[in-house]
């Protein structure tokens, strides 16, 4: 059975710190990363990596904030999420597909978490 188990969402105060966990099982994937969606909004690209070669891609409003990494040998990715805004609250996703390089368009990936909520209080 594929799954993608998400972990470390919670509630915390702005300028804080939050590390999410995707773990996949099932099958390994070439490129994993993360959406958000808030409330009222859109559903946005955070973050995605290629878990071979390490490339890496983030959305501009969370350059030098958010760190994605990988686990090939645990078949898992992290976001580590520093210096946290008001405006990063949002269910985040995390996504994975078979595409060699990482990408922001939503339908580039195969397979869906269920989410987890990060809360940011100012």
């Known amino acids: 059975q594929v799954q993608l188990e998400e972990s470390g969402g919670g509630l915390v105060r702005a300028g804080g710190s939050l590390r999410l966990s995707c773990a996949a099982s099932?099958?390994?994937?070439?490129?994993m990363g993360w959406f958000r969606e808030a409330p009222g909004k859109d559903r946005d690209f955070v973050a995605a990596?290629?878990?071979?070669?390490?490339?890496?891609d983030y959305a501009d409003s969370v350059k030098g904030r958010f760190t994605i990494s990988r686990d090939t040998d645990k078949n898992t990715v992290y976001l580590q999420m520093n210096n946290l805004e008001p405006e990063d609250t949002a269910v985040y996703y995390c996504?994975?597909?078979?595409?060699?390089?990482?990408?922001?368009?939503?339908?580039?990936?195969?397979?869906w978490g269920q989410g987890t909520q990060v809360t940011v209080s100012s």
């Open positions: 996504v994975a597909g078979n595409r060699p390089t990482p990408s922001s368009t939503y339908y580039y990936y195969d397979f």
């Open positions: 990596i290629t878990l071979n070669g390490g490339n890496k």
């Open positions: 099932g099958r390994t994937w070439r490129t």
